[in-house]
T-cell receptor, first 112, second 114 residues
Framework: GESVGLHLPTLSVQEGDNSIINCAYS??????FIWYKQESGKGPQFIID?????DKRQGQRVTVLLNKTVKHLSLQIAATQPGDSAVYFC???????????FGSGTRLQVQP | DSGVTQTPKHLITATGQRVTLRCSPR?????VYWYQQSLDQGLQFLIQ???????AKGNILERFSAQQFPDLHSELNLSSLELGDSALYFC?????????????FGNGTRLTVT
């Protein structure tokens, strides 16, 4: 089943290349950010998170960068593989609010 | 596998009907969240429970209700269904109250209202 639909931006990359997926947020009070990966027919899967007291955080093959000045978040995937093909969502939260707010998603297509 | 279990996986029903979606959170997680994912609105927060009590409400319609039971499983009840309620419904859980911790999602229930 499809995860999201009609107007998703799409990023197409070659296998082995690095991918960069971007996300903008609007509220300067946002202090917690998270990236999810959603494959067809599945629920969102946690990738990596970052708090606003950090600019960068690294995981296995992934790096999240946070630029609070311009309210921008990015997810970098190194050596992109076919299994990375999915929809990627950023989400944010802020102190005093209980639920994550999700962005609209970016579809990543990895070409062999 | 996130450890969050949702049943059923698919549900097809008619307008005006009532359905119940079920969620079992990860072992040890006290917070349960419900989200709706539709084609035109992405992932929308519906409601949160923590240890049996409602903690936060999002864009949940009055026709929808939820509860969390003593064993921490949760149910989302959708009534007087309309065509526009067709969507994926996700449950997510986390150990804390969710402010600064990742939510772990189940694989959802796909609801089709005909």
């Amino acid at each position: 089943g499809e995860s999201v639909g009609l107007h998703l931006p799409t990023l197409s990359v070659q296998e082995g290349d690095n991918s960069i997926i971007n996300c903008a947020y609007s509220n300067s009070a946002s202090d917690y950010f998270i990236w999810y990966k959603q494959e067809s027919g599945k629920g969102p899967q946690f990738i990596i998170d970052i708090r606003s007291n950090m600019d960068k955080r690294q995981g296995q093959r992934v790096t999240v960068l946070l630029n609070k000045t311009v309210k921008h978040l990015s997810l970098q995937i190194a050596a992109t593989q076919p299994g990375d093909s999915a929809v990627y969502f950023c989400a944010e939260n802020r102190t005093g609010r209980r639920a994550l707010t999700f962005g609209s998603g970016t579809r990543l297509q990895v070409q062999p | 596998d996130s450890g969050v279990t949702q049943t059923p996986k698919h549900l097809i029903t008619a307008t005006g009907q009532r359905v119940t979606l079920r969620c079992s959170p990860r072992s040890g997680d006290l917070s349960v969240y419900w989200y709706q994912q539709s084609l035109d609105q992405g992932l929308q927060f519906l409601i949160q429970y923590y240890n049996g009590e409602e903690r936060a409400k999002g864009n949940i319609l009055e026709r929808f209700s939820a509860q969390q039971f003593p064993d921490l499983h949760s149910e989302l009840n959708l009534s007087s269904l309309e065509l526009g309620d067709s969507a994926l419904y996700f449950c997510a859980s986390t150990s804390g109250t969710g402010n600064n911790s990742p939510l772990h999602f189940g694989n959802g229930t796909r609801l089709t209202v005909t």
